[in-house]
């Protein structure tokens, strides 16, 4: 089992910043893969980015260029970076953990609302 704690949201300008956090606990050492997805109000869950124990990277396309995704595995945290967000970037964010084994857990979602 695996608990994920995200925080960070909040509400910022078009332009701004924000990093969330997603603070992992449980059975870390089973982890494969972290990241980070959003969902926006009528829509689907979607990737934002991923992280593999190895540290290579994947971002959706939207995120590119603006948003990074690191993680500090003495912490056991993973970090989303965003900068010149949009107001097409509000949503629930959420943090998940593919397991080795098979399986995800996710957080509880922090909200981002980016207003014009």
């Known amino acids: 089992q695996v608990q994920l704690v995200e925080s960070g949201g909040g509400l910022v300008q078009a332009g701004g910043s924000l990093r969330l956090s997603c603070a992992a606990s449980?059975?870390?050492?089973?982890?494969?893969?972290m990241g980070w997805y959003r969902q926006a109000p009528g829509n689907q869950r979607e990737l934002v980015a991923t992280?593999?124990?190895?540290?290579?990277?994947n971002y959706a396309d939207s995120a590119k260029g603006r948003f990074t995704i690191s993680r500090d595995n003495a912490k056991n945290t993973v970090y989303l970076e965003m900068n010149s967000l949009k107001p097409e970037d509000t949503a629930v964010y959420y943090c998940?953990?593919?397991?080795?084994?098979?399986?995800?857990?996710w957080g509880q979602g922090t909200q981002v609302t980016v207003s014009s």
């Open positions: 449980g059975s870390i050492r089973s982890i494969w893969i």
């Open positions: 998940s953990a593919r397991m080795i084994m098979g399986g995800d857990y």
């Open positions: 992280i593999t124990g190895g540290y290579s990277t």
